[in-house]
């Protein structure tokens, strides 16, 4: 009787174990599974910086701006809380070219590529007029670029925009986006 109590409790100590050590095991591979999915989800990461202070694109007509073609701004630029450039980028339309180029600071990265329109719609009226409120426009734009090390980097340009005429020494001639507000959507 003896003997067998030993055997039954021996038996019972081995089982509990093993279903001791199981469920451990089944603990760290959960650990481990929720561990990758959080790296996951830090490299699939995207940050968005905003503003709303205007910005002025190149002059590019004699007339209103009609068309994103017709964009081209450069050296847009974000700062972080403590006054350092955080990025810097550039895009333009597609007169000459269709064209896109971010300098980011932290991670660090650079590099040129694409933009493809999503979003355009016009001011109203097209043409300011003077005691007259305009809406602005809209614009969006889905852009990809390759870095210096070879990565793929995708993201959103979007904002607001007016047109805004020139004026100088020699009157008033040349047309450019003003932009009323942006934001910048860089996926990593």
């Known amino acids: 009787m003896c003997r067998c109590l030993v ?5 019972t100590m081995e089982f509990y174990l093993v279903y001791l050590m199981e469920d451990n095991l089944k603990k760290l591979a959960i650990a ?6 959080a790296c ?11 503003s709303n202070t205007p910005f002025y694109c190149d002059a590019a007509s004699a007339q209103p701006i009609t068309s994103f073609q017709q964009f081209s701004c450069r050296g847009i630029t974000y700062d972080d809380p403590d006054g350092t450039v955080a990025l810097e980028y ?3 339309g597609g007169i000459p070219r269709n064209w896109f180029e971010l300098f980011n600071a932290s991670p660090s ?6 933009v493809t329109q999503t979003n355009f719609t016009l001011p109203n009226p097209v ?6 409120t305009t809406v602005p426009g809209q614009f969006a734009v889905n852009w990809t670029m390759t870095d210096t090390n070879g990565v793929v980097h ?9 047109n805004h005429q020139q004026c100088g020494g020699r009157g008033c001639y040349w047309w450019q986006p003003r932009l009323l507000s942006n934001s910048i959507t860089i996926n990593n």
């Open 7 to 11: 055997n039954f409790v021996t038996q």
């Open 32 to 37: 481990v599974a929720s561990f990758m999915l």
């Open 40 to 50: 996951l989800n830090v490299k699939a990461q995207s940050t968005t910086y905003s």
């Open 90 to 92: 550039f895009f333009q």
């Open 109 to 114: 990265f650079s590099g040129q590529g694409t």
């Open 127 to 132: 043409r300011p007029e003077p005691g007259v």
């Open 154 to 162: 995708t993201g959103l340009v979007s904002g607001t925009w007016v």
